[in-house]
């Protein structure tokens, strides 16, 4: 086999694995941010109070980059391992049971490999 840069699905993975480091990293953050936040809502503040004091980013801004992180690195894996099972010589329908999905969206999945 090819090295590793050359293999589509480890460069996936490899990519995955990053975004979910980060992730982690961004969590934390959300998680502290969030406590702050109920802390001074029980406090009384109001939410326009509390935006002011705590500043950005909001908590709902550090989870929607951790959606996107996991929904841009899982659909680079999805659409590297459906190449790499097809080249292997699995069916759509096959493909589409490990994944979970109709044999339409697999085909879908690995037209955008072309």
Known sequence: MSGVSD??????????????K???????AAIERA??????RKQGLGFAEIADETGKPLVVELITE?????????????????QALHDEGL???????????TRQRVSAILKRTV
């Open 35 to 40: 406590e702050q936040i109920a802390a001074l």
């Open 22 to 28: 980060e992730n982690l990293t961004a969590s934390t």
């Open 66 to 82: 951790n959606l996107q992180r996991l929904r841009t690195a899982g659909a680079a894996l999805r659409t590297a391992q459906a």
């Open 91 to 101: 069916t759509m329908d096959q493909i589409g049971e490990l994944f979970g999905v």
């Open 7 to 20: 293999d589509p699905v480890l460069v996936a993975l490899e990519n995955l694995v990053a975004a979910l």
